[in-house]
Nanobody
Framework: QVQLAESGGGLVQPGGSLRLSCAASGSIFSIGAMGWYHQAPGKQRELVAVISSGGVTNYADSVKGRFTISRDNAKNTVSLQMNSLKPEDTAVYYC???????????????WGQGTQVTVSS
């Protein structure tokens, strides 16, 4: 069984910073892309940032230049450094990983339970 555990959410003032972390654990054979989505109230879940196993990154236009995604392949972790936060960044942030749970399993997406980020004065 695979689990993704997020940490680092909270309340921050506009212009502030937060760092989200996510650790994948359990039965893991290999991990491909890892990333972060967010979902604001009444809106669909949207991609924030993704990083391939080789370190290639992609960001939503709304966060380019403010957010940085990174990963540690040895520890099966992915992090999101969020700077210059804006009220519109307020959402639940979900970690995901595209992985194989065994050498016989197909690739599948696994999700964390989400962590709340609130940007407000």
């Amino acid at each position: 069984q695979v689990q993704l555990a997020e940490s680092g959410g909270g309340l921050v003032q506009p212009g502030g910073s937060l760092r989200l972390s996510c650790a994948a654990s359990g039965s893991i054979f290999s991990i491909g892309a890892m990333g972060w989505y967010h979902q604001a109230p009444g809106k669909q879940r949207e991609l924030v940032a993704v990083i391939s196993s080789g370190g290639v990154t992609n960001y939503a236009d709304s966060v380019k230049g403010r957010f940085t995604i990174s990963r540690d392949n040895a520890k099966n972790t992915v992090s999101l450094q969020m700077n210059s936060l804006k009220p519109e960044d307020t959402a639940v942030y979900y970690c995901y990983a595209d992985l194989r749970s065994s050498r016989f399993a197909l690739r599948d997406d696994y999700w964390g339970q989400g962590t709340q980020v609130t940007v407000s004065s």
